[in-house]
């Protein structure tokens, strides 16, 4: 028998959500069947499974440790680390927050490569902290409230507890939030302009497809404003604000209205980016999320641009003036 007491990073929640995220390995129907025949209780008694459980209550749990450990799935935060990594590069926390300013290369979250995401780092470093303790957390392991694509630079919220990650994500799902990037282009682009229409993606490619008008009832409308700050030959720096939030939406929808970002692999200039390459260095595109804002929570976060980005910007002739804006 085990006995787990609810915490109030569990709080709040169906019990038959808790359990399934306790043991995900286990079925839905041998969950309800264990909570009909009392080998689960809940403060003592037979509990339904739309019960909600709060801060405080006392589940048992009638199996051998063997055989819960063979329900929950491997724990994300015991994957080892190069300790060679570079450290991470923290903008803000408090008890209730990591803001973190992601680097190129680094995927935001892991993928089916095994590679160390920027999340693994995170948790690690919360565990070393003493902010996070996957023995006393059963359920909630500390997530990315948004995402980056892997060689896209910028801001990435961590919330550190399973409250105030529903309320992020809650205001991210609500529109409560304000997205700032900056893009370096090819083309001029004029003085502001707005891109709405729809993106179609292949998972199998990882590609994603724009048009106007919507051409299924699974693509997802898709907006965002730009403001061209400055144009320097060939090449356009825009403040762009990201009104909906898009797997790759910001680089096809630049691309495919003639604008592709310097140094994007899958939706950029080839020549271009190989001279871009040779002569300076640029190995993936330069679109940096530099402002995120929490409207509902007045918290503003800034993240300071990659050195590849300001050496960038100094080679081809662009004022560096708007720093003082971002």
Known sequence: MKEIIITENESS??????LKKLMPQASTGFLQKMLRKKRIKLNGQKSEPATKIETGDVLHLY???????NFRSPDAAKKNLSK????????FED???????????MLTQPDKTGAASLVDYAIDYLIKKGDYDPKVNLTFTPACANRLDKNTTGIILVPKNYKFLQEVTKA???DQTRKVYYALVLGKPKEAGEIIGYLKKDPVKNMVTFSEKQTSATDKKSVLSYQTIESRGDYSLLKIALMTGRSHQIRVQ??????????????GNRQVNSRLYENFGVKSQLLHSANFTLTTMDQTFV???PPIFLKSLKNFGFDDAFLTEV
């Open 13 to 18: 929640q169906r019990l038959d959500r808790f």
């Open 63 to 69: 199996f051998s440790e063997e055989t819960i450990a």
């Open 84 to 91: 060679t990594s570079s450290p991470l590069d923290i903008i």
């Open 95 to 105: 008890a209730n927050l990591l803001v973190l300013n992601k680097p190129a290369g």
């Open 172 to 174: 991210i799902r609500e």
């Open 254 to 267: 630049l691309s495919t209205v003639g604008y592709p970002i310097l140094g994007d692999p899958k939706y």
């Open 303 to 305: 993240a300071p641009f």
